[in-house]
């Protein structure tokens, strides 16, 4: 099959040093444009490829050993805006459906947003300090598993930085989000309950780039990584730095929605629509008066 192949070919090209980048670089996110676009790794039906790896209390976890029951896979970083983004969301269903015999994994990837606060890894042991101040800061409730410095079990499902995997009770890829988004989770949880754990899901690959959560609580990610990362971000991404800028001071407004662990009501989506418009113009104004800083 082709997939391992380029699983392969990814792993050599990666070291250390290349995979932990220092600074945040406006082709970063032009490569992960084309990661969503290309959809390397694991497909539905596909094997989830095995990992072991320990979690930031020092168990060590094996893919394989967790076959016979459903596995949600999320990948992440505390400097990353969309994993920050996510996690309200993704809380919230956890807390609903975290005790169903679905294994739930976080696993810590490079940082998105690199700087002084939180720089590139270069120890397992800072970057499992770095993933516990994420579980104390976003409280999250689940393990967190810690990946290796060269990014190997990462680069085997794919090197966006916030992406989704649920697993089905065989070991095979049910359902994969380029971008974790709760909603979506909780939609393709129920379809998989519903064929006895087995998938593939209808629709078992979601492209969509869920903007709303990130808006609210995205900037919290980039913050933790100091004025280094900030800076690079305003340099590097002006329109998604003054996002998520503005969208701080939008969050009592926007909460409701983006940390909601459900689907919104058919009604509730065009009234979003006309927000995220009127979100957009005031983006634009306030990039032609200022920069997000």
């Given at each position: 099959m082709q997939a391992p192949q380029a699983h392969e070919q990814t792993k050599a090209q990666q070291t250390p040093a290349t995979y932990n980048y220092e600074r945040f670089q406006p082709s970063t996110l032009g490569q992960d444009v084309k990661l969503v676009m290309s959809s390397p790794g694991p497909l539905p039906g596909d094997m989830a490829p095995d990992f072991a790896l320990q979690d930031i209390d020092g168990n060590t976890w094996r893919l394989s050993e967790l076959r016979g029951q459903p596995v949600v896979l999320i990948f992440g970083s505390g400097t990353c805006p969309m994993t920050t983004g996510s996690l309200p969301g993704l809380n919230a269903l956890h807390q609903e459906r975290g005790h169903d015999g679905v294994q739930w994994l976080l696993l810590y990837v490079r940082e998105a947003h690199p700087g002084e606060e939180m720089p590139?890894?270069?120890?397992?042991?800072?970057?499992?300090?770095?993933?516990?101040?994420?579980?104390?800061?976003?409280?999250?409730?689940?393990?967190?598993?810690?990946?290796?410095?060269?990014?190997?079990?990462?680069?085997?499902?794919?090197?966006?930085?916030?992406?989704?995997?649920?697993?089905?009770?065989?070991?095979?890829?049910?359902?994969?989000?380029?971008?974790?988004?709760?909603?979506?989770?909780?939609?393709?949880?129920?379809?998989?309950?519903?064929?006895?754990?087995?998938?593939?899901?209808?629709?078992?690959?979601?492209?969509?780039?869920?903007?709303?959560g990130p808006t609210a609580y995205g900037w919290t990610g980039p913050s933790r990584g100091g004025k280094t990362a900030i800076n690079d971000l305003v340099k590097g991404a002006p329109p998604l730095a003054a996002n998520l800028w503005l969208g701080q001071f939008m969050r009592p407004m926007l909460a409701p929605i983006a940390a909601r662990s459900r689907p919104l009501p058919p009604g509730a989506k065009f009234g979003l629509a006309v927000a995220a418009l009127g979100l957009a113009a005031i983006t634009v104004s306030m990039l032609n008066r200022r920069d997000p800083d």
């Amino acid at each position: 099959m082709q997939a391992p192949q380029a699983h392969e070919q990814t792993k050599a090209q990666q070291t250390p040093a290349t995979y932990n980048y220092e600074r945040f670089q406006p082709s970063t996110l032009g490569q992960d444009v084309k990661l969503v676009m290309s959809s390397p790794g694991p497909l539905p039906g596909d094997m989830a490829p095995d990992f072991a790896l320990q979690d930031i209390d020092g168990n060590t976890w094996r893919l394989s050993e967790l076959r016979g029951q459903p596995v949600v896979l999320i990948f992440g970083s505390g400097t990353c805006p969309m994993t920050t983004g996510s996690l309200p969301g993704l809380n919230a269903l956890h807390q609903e459906r975290g005790h169903d015999g679905v294994q739930w994994l976080l696993l810590y990837v490079r940082e998105a947003h690199p700087g002084e606060e939180m720089p590139a890894h270069q120890s397992i042991e800072q970057k499992n300090q770095q993933a516990r101040r994420l579980r104390d800061e976003d409280g999250v409730a689940w393990p967190i598993l810690v990946g290796e410095l060269d990014g190997a079990t990462h680069s085997q499902y794919t090197e966006l930085p916030n992406h989704l995997f649920l697993i089905d009770t065989e070991g095979r890829v049910a359902f994969r989000s380029e971008f974790a988004h709760a909603p979506t989770l909780w939609r393709a949880l129920n379809q998989l309950e519903a064929r006895g754990w087995l998938g593939p899901v209808d629709e078992g690959v979601d492209k969509t780039m869920h903007m709303v959560g990130p808006t609210a609580y995205g900037w919290t990610g980039p913050s933790r990584g100091g004025k280094t990362a900030i800076n690079d971000l305003v340099k590097g991404a002006p329109p998604l730095a003054a996002n998520l800028w503005l969208g701080q001071f939008m969050r009592p407004m926007l909460a409701p929605i983006a940390a909601r662990s459900r689907p919104l009501p058919p009604g509730a989506k065009f009234g979003l629509a006309v927000a995220a418009l009127g979100l957009a113009a005031i983006t634009v104004s306030m990039l032609n008066r200022r920069d997000p800083d």
